[in-house]
């Protein structure tokens, strides 16, 4: 039975050490020179003037809400498309009523301001 689980095992080994080739091979290759620019903490362009603890506005956590919600409307588009042949007239209607569901609650957010940035 162990001998069916032989080429999984075979397969995690070989890509844990190409994984272990490759980062030996960045750090052999690759040039160190270090600078104060380079190890500087850097994530928008400015110098951190807060804690990393601090309170973000409720504005920001909306908006990647809305984003994440309409990323995931786009994903269920894609296998839609690919199977709407299979499914016929019906699949299209009901694709349409959550399109239609969706975009009902995309100008009820318009609406209410949710998108807008201060």
Known sequence: ?????????????????LGALMLAMGRFVSPSR???EKLSPYECGF??????RMKFDVRYYLVAILFILFDLEIAFLFPWAVVLRDIGFFGFVAMLVFLAILVVGFIYEWKKGALEWE
Not at 1 to 17: H, K, N, R, V, W
Not at 47 to 52: G, I, L, R
Request: charged share 20%; net charge negative; aromatic share 20%.
């Open 1 to 17: 039975m162990l001998e069916q689980y032989f080429p999984i095992l075979l397969f995690i080994l070989f890509g844990l050490g």
């Open 34 to 36: 270090p600078d104060p």
């Open 47 to 52: 110098e951190a003037f807060e804690d990393a």
